[in-house]
């Protein structure tokens, strides 16, 4: 049995925080998928059995019951899913989690939270009873979009965060930090102390994060790839720093990457979960 997709932009002002909400129901294509780091983060709330994560440096698998939310990683993330998979879910902007956060993004940093400890226990059971019995996939975004709507909360900093961030993705990450601070009027400490609450990561890094992901999204796997050519096109400094920050973000070399979409290619092809995630097994 394969997956089924359904999802939307929310309307604003979540449509700022927020790049989109989904419905997700099926049998995945692998029991294990890898998801390398990428600028953004994701809520899930989880509507059937319990899931697996390793994020990190952690070396175990962890279960999620009720869901989980992870904010903007540094390392790849490990998926383990059960037979049947189904739940509804958000992607959001690296800086999007703040406004329905309580704690610190910096204290999430690479360390996957269950929707219960963010938003508590009687909270997400009454959600979660109330998107199970929902009339279909699109009630059941509309609800998950009003109970955002609902925790929506003014956040301080946020507007310094969200414009830097949204220069930064524009540039692709090729932007100097500096000259953000400068355009801003705010000192590089102080703009970089807010992206850490904000966002979990430092300017910088989030930069990083870009740049790595419009290189591997420009790869084309069912084509032969000039390395050299697409490491100086990225702006990297000889191709064997790219072989390095490739494999700092994936856990696999540029070669070793290109095979296993190849066969997540060849395995699934047209599949909707294509073009991220990784098979892990």
């Known amino acids: 049995m394969g997956v089924e997709y359904v999802s939307r932009v929310p309307r604003p002002p979540l449509d700022g925080l927020i790049d989109d909400i989904y419905y997700l129901e099926g049998t995945a294509p692998y029991a294990r998928l890898t998801l390398p780091p990428m600028p953004g983060a994701w809520l899930i709330v989880n509507l059937g059995a319990p899931f697996q994560i390793r994020a990190g440096t952690e070396t175990e698998m962890a279960e999620y019951a009720d869901g989980c939310l992870v904010t903007t990683p540094t390392h790849a993330v490990e998926f383990g ?110 703009l970089t102390q807010r992206f850490k609450e904000l966002v979990g990561v430092t300017p910088k890094r989030l930069a990083r994060s870009y740049r790595f992901a419009a290189t591997v999204f420009s790869i084309d796997p069912a084509e032969a790839i000039d390395w050299g050519e697409l490491a100086g096109g990225a702006g990297y400094f000889d191709q064997a720093h790219f072989g390095h920050e490739f494999r700092a973000f994936t856990g696999l070399t540029p070669t070793r990457y290109v095979e296993v979409r190849r066969r997540f290619l060849r ?14 097994d």
């Not at 609800?143 to 414009?163: F, I, Q």
């Not at 395995?267 to 892990?280: F, I, K, Q, T, Y």
């Open 81 to 190: 899913y059960p037979l049947r998979t189904r739940s509804v879910g958000v992607h959001f902007k690296p800086w999007g989690p703040a406004p329905f956060v309580p704690m610190p993004a910096a204290e999430l940093r690479d360390r996957p939270v269950t929707v219960e400890q963010v938003w508590g226990r009687t909270a997400v059971a009454e959600l979660r009873d109330r998107l199970a019995t929902a009339d279909g996939p699109h009630e059941m975004l509309t609800l998950l979009e009003e109970e955002l709507l609902r925790r929506l909360r003014e956040t301080a900093g946020l507007g310094l965060v969200r414009h830097a961030s949204s220069v930064i993705a524009a540039a692709g990450g090729a932007v100097a930090i500096g000259d953000l601070s400068v355009a801003a009027g705010v000192s590089s400490t102080h």
């Open 267 to 280: 395995e699934h092809p047209g599949h909707v979960l294509d073009g991220w995630p990784l098979p892990a």
